[in-house]
């Protein structure tokens, strides 16, 4: 890198980052999503802080993103798989009550970069996103071309402080403002 830098010139700031798998069938040896989610989590420069995964059952997909998210390690949590129709899929059903904040602009672009590769087949998610407790939190249905569209198409530009005019990265450090505020 070169000493002299431009003015705004912005370092790379890694985050801490947890994926979660949510499948009955899954094993991390056969985890094609999280693997891709974990490559491109490191290719950037991130930190992977946790990897799990659980079945199908939202008190545990609840359980296990709630304690993530009071972890002081753990800035995103994607997790993959359960977004769909069937009766198994309840993942926007148990984290979408943990949100202190939902982003539902997440959904329209993730939705629009799906339809580009998948056409129609698109409305079969129900991709979400949201804030809890200062923790980014990443709803992906549970296909290795789904992760990847909403890591490259979304989450590396976003998670990346140099991105301009704006990116998640620059926004941490001022989540919980309104909490300090009212113990002024």
């Given at each position: 890198m070169s000493q002299n830098k431009a003015p705004n010139e912005r370092q790379f700031i890694p985050v801490g980052i947890a994926v979660l798998t949510v499948s009955d069938t899954r094993t991390i040896a056969d985890d094609k999503s999280g693997d891709t989610l974990v490559a491109r989590i490191e290719e950037a420069g991130h930190r992977l802080v946790d990897r799990?995964?659980?079945?199908?059952d939202s008190q545990?997909?609840?359980?296990?993103v709630q304690a993530w998210t009071l972890s002081d390690e753990i800035d995103v949590i994607i997790t993959t798989g359960?977004?769909?129709?069937?009766?198994?899929?309840?993942t926007p059903e148990a984290l979408e009550p943990l949100f202190d904040k939902r982003m539902d602009g997440f959904s329209e672009v993730f939705h629009r970069i799906s339809y580009d590769k998948i056409g129609t087949s698109?409305?079969?998610s129900?991709?979400?996103?949201?804030?809890?407790?200062?923790?980014?939190?990443?709803?992906?249905?549970?296909?290795p071309g789904a992760c990847?569209?909403?890591?490259?198409?979304?989450?590396?530009?976003?998670?990346?402080?140099?991105?301009?005019p704006?990116?998640?990265?620059?926004?941490?450090?001022?989540?919980?403002?309104?909490?300090?505020?009212?113990?002024?």
């Open positions: 799990a995964i659980v079945p199908d545990a997909i609840r359980g296990k359960g977004t769909g129709f069937t009766g198994r899929d309840v698109t409305i079969q129900r991709a979400t996103a949201g804030l809890s407790n200062t923790t980014f939190i990443f709803v992906l249905p549970g296909s990847k569209d909403a890591w490259d198409g979304i989450l590396k530009a976003q998670l990346d402080y140099r991105h301009m704006c990116n998640f990265v620059e926004i941490m450090p001022r989540l919980d403002e309104h909490l300090r505020r009212s113990k002024g």
